[in-house]
């Protein structure tokens, strides 16, 4: 079965898109279909995925707003075999407020999303990854995102701001699993840019696992300049250092989601 | 006269919330009277200032649903003197759906700003900064930002990601000059978490500087964990570490930003 995970947290800055776009290129190399959808008017998941979006480009407006099947907006990532990606653009921006008046404002990416699995299992092609970018809010487009996943990675900074954030993250997520989506959860957690020399970052780690024993990953992603350059170049880290410890550690936490399954 | 200045940069994590308090408390060092309004749900300006912000306290949300005026609901600074602060509670997280369907809904803010800079007036105490902390979107809590000042500082971290919301951000403030505000004006770009070691960094700061030529400060905030841990503390770096790197390049930054005033 597609595991549809969407990375989440309104806390801006804490390695949601850096997250998505490696784990998709790490579990891709491996030979996994993955389907990265990028939900974030910003755009950041699509450009470190060397996928064009300007404002003529189709992208996820298409479909939320106008019903486009993502057959229709969907383009391969020329940087990483095995990823389908379905682009945002600055069309997006204005999203959340159309979306507001619109019926059934919080499933239209779940209805798409399932329409392009069926499709491609008849045609026998699988799709083994979902994995959704979101902007650093709560609003109609994460709650798109939540409505449509079965799971929730949160990526945590090791920093204080961050720790402030999560229970309102969580509780969210409670809302949407007790109203739309009853197979929602938080499934993991993975903490980001950490620093084992610093007693912050130690303190924030500890804090996390002993709040969320069962779902923090053993990985951790240390902070890594070429993780930040990489997109620079149009590509992740995966292809742009390969050996690095950047690479290396999105491989691990890749093989590490994969070996979890996604039962609860 | 008064210069109210908001901080906003859709992307994340670049370092608003971090400026926003920072400044404020070099400002207020020297002298100067400061009103901070924390505009984000989150609430991370409310906890680095040490002003209790859960939901049963007033907050910005009483301001802009209800129509609170800003002397009910502001709080003096624990940590550093001569700084007023409105919180932001978790409340506000549903503001913006809510706000959609209000009358006036993108000026409640800026009433109430002059509303209270004109009564502290006809008591002879004098308002010298207002400075509004934005969460990292441009939807209508940001709007409401942008309509109430008079100046916009832009916050960049010297990363790949911050080149590529710029011209989207730019271009709002436009949009916001055009129609709601014809004051209002880029008059500040913040380099953070500059790291003079990183090929990155560099690249980056020379592309804004180019593109920007006249707004960037000559200040550049270095990346320091002092900075980052002090919100732990409640604390704002100018007294949690005063003699620090953090700390003296936030003094350096207020300077320039009183000498420059706000003359365009
Ligand atoms: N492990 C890491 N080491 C070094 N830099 C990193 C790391 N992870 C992310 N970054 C950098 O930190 C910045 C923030 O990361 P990213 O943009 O992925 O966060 P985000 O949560 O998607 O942000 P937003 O909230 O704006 O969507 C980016 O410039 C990114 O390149
Ligand atoms: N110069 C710096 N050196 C080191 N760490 C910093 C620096 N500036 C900010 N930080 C840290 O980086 C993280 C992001 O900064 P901050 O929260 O201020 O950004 P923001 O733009 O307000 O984020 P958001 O988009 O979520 O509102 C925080 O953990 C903060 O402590
Ligand atoms: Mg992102
Ligand atoms: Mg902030």
Known sequence: ETRIITIANQKGGVG????????????????????????????NASTALSIPHGIEDASIYDVLLDGAPIKDVVQACPTVDNIQ?????????????????????????????????????????????????CPPSLGLLTINAFTAAREVLIPIQCEYYALEGLSMLVRNIELIRGSLNPDLWVSMILLTMFDKRTKLSLEVADEVRAHFPNQVL?????????IAEAPSHGETVITYDPTGTGALSYLEAAAEIADRGAIS
Chains 1, 2 share one sequence.
Do not use: C
């Open 218 to 226: 053993e990985t951790t992603i240390p902070r890594s300049v070429r």
């Open 85 to 133: 990606v379905v682009p945002a653009t600055i069309e997006l921006a204005g999203a959340e407020i159309e979306l507001v008046t619109t019926v059934s404002r919080e499933t239209k990416l779940r209805e798409a999303i399932h329409t392009y699995i069926a499709e491609r299992a008849a045609q026998g092609l699988p799709t083994h990854y979902v994995i959704i970018d």
């Open 16 to 43: 949601k898109t850096t997250t998505a776009v490696n784990l998709a290129a790490a579990l891709a190399q491996s030979g996994q279909q993955v389907l990265v959808i990028d939900i974030d008017p910003q755009g």
